[in-house]
């Protein structure tokens, strides 16, 4: 059943009266005097540290309908706009609102795979928002809103999965993981002086003439690791992530285009405990 269509519809421009930083956002309301002045991770985060009263809020324009301001969302938050310096907007526009679950579901993985896909081939942007989650956590630390990620509440040492979470996962994983299916299909985990390397299983027999040995050394952390495609930046911000819960660890190892394992490991501090 769809909602009940609101009475206004507008693109509004919130702007932090201190430093000129804006947020561009849509919202549809029964009443202009609502008292609202925005959404989005960032400014949700200052408006609960500082409050109401730094923010301005004002209507840009006016549209007849919540599918057109949609429409107009996305034409005026795109990709030119997040790279903006004073801008607060952190996705693409077009995926606030939801008219029921369904829709939500295909938002949320129409939007994860667009901010996957800039991250990867957007380094200013991958840039920009690494430097905002660190801040956030920074942040978030200090007025004591978040925990540190070593709490409990990521440290599995010393913890299992229920039986029945172990059956289902086993269940998922004979489907997902697969044949080829599996990331680690045709591929050979090998170690030589404290150095990991992932080869094709065609290269096994030279590697291991060479000295190498199969198998892999956790105990080697994060950048040590020659193969490792993350750095420092991207595991705090991957730790965070995982923290949050709102992306599963798949979801976050597609957008930092690594192995779900990978993402598993320094879940559970077996990689990258340092950071």
């Known amino acids: 059943m769809s909602r009940k269509q609101k009475k206004y519809h507008f693109i509004y421009k919130t702007t932090d009266t201190r430093n000129g930083n804006f947020y561009i956002g849509m919202h549809s309301t029964e009443n202009l005097k ?12 200052l408006i609960y540290k500082h409050g109401k009263e730094i923010f301005n809020m004002e ?18 938050v795109n990709s ?13 526009g077009g995926y606030g609102g939801f008219v029921n679950e369904d829709h939500r579901l295909k938002c949320s ?8 896909e800039k991250l990867k081939s957007n380094p200013e942007f991958k840039k920009k928002y690494s430097e905002t989650k660190r801040q956030n956590l920074v942040d978030g630390l200090l007025d004591g809103k978040k925990r540190p990620i070593t ?3 990521c440290d599995w040492t010393g913890r299992k999965h229920k039986e029945s979470s172990k059956k289902l996962i086993g269940e998922k994983t004979h489907i997902t993981q697969k044949g080829e299916k599996n990331s680690q299909y045709g591929t050979y985990w090998v170690t030589k002086n404290n150095v990991n390397k992932k080869i094709k299983s065609t290269e096994l027999y030279s590697f291991l003439n060479d000295g190498w040995v199969r198998g892999v050394k956790t105990k080697i952390n994060g950048e040590l690791v020659k193969s490792s495609k993350l750095t420092s930046d991207d595991v705090i911000i991957i730790k965070q992530l995982i923290s949050e819960g709102v992306l599963t ?19 559970r501090g077996l990689t990258w405990s340092h950071i």
Do not use: W
């Open 34 to 45: 609502d008292g609202y002045v925005g959404s989005g991770t960032r400014l949700k985060h």
């Open 59 to 76: 209507i840009l324009e006016f549209l007849p309908n919540r599918e057109s301001l949609k429409e107009r969302e996305i034409e005026i």
């Open 80 to 92: 030119d706009l997040l790279l903006e310096e004073k801008c607060m907007n952190l996705k693409l």
């Open 109 to 116: 993985k129409a939007g994860n795979k667009a901010f996957s």
């Open 151 to 153: 709490e409990s509440r």
């Open 249 to 267: 660890n798949r979801e976050i190892s597609e957008q930092y285009n690594v192995a779900r394992q990978t993402i598993d490991k320094i879940k």
